[in-house]
């Protein structure tokens, strides 16, 4: 059974870090799109950052210059460093694994990320 599991939520001051990681439990985890996504209270899920197989990245215009996307194949693992964050970041950030073919999508089941002094 897929399984993707995140961690390193948590609350933190404005301006402050944190680093999120989600470990999968995929087989060929290294061909994967992987993202983070998050939900706002009353908003839609929105992405956040993605990141290819090949290594290539996006982000969303809120967060850019501030989160950094990164993946380690070898622990099957996705992290997004975040910096000088903002209350405006506060969400549940959801771990996603995307392939096109065969279709297969995949989430996490998300952890808090709350900014606030």
């Known amino acids: 059974q897929v399984q993707l599991v995140e961690s390193g939520g948590g609350l933190v001051q404005p301006g402050g870090s944190l680093r999120l990681s989600c470990e999968g439990s995929?087989?060929?985890?290294?061909?994967?799109?992987m993202g983070w996504y998050r939900q706002a209270p009353g908003k839609q899920r929105e992405l956040v950052a993605r990141?290819?197989?090949?290594?290539?990245?996006n982000y969303a215009d809120s967060v850019k210059g501030r989160f950094t996307i990164s993946r380690d194949n070898d622990k099957n693992t996705v992290y997004l460093q975040m910096n000088s964050l903002k209350p405006e970041d506060t969400a549940v950030y959801y771990c996603?694994?995307?392939?096109?073919?065969?279709?297969?999508?995949?989430w996490g089941q998300g952890t808090q990320v709350t900014v606030s002094s």
């Open positions: 996603n694994a995307n392939l096109m073919v065969p279709v297969r999508d995949y």
């Open positions: 995929i087989s060929l985890f290294n061909i994967y799109t």
């Open positions: 990141i290819t197989y090949s290594g290539n990245t």
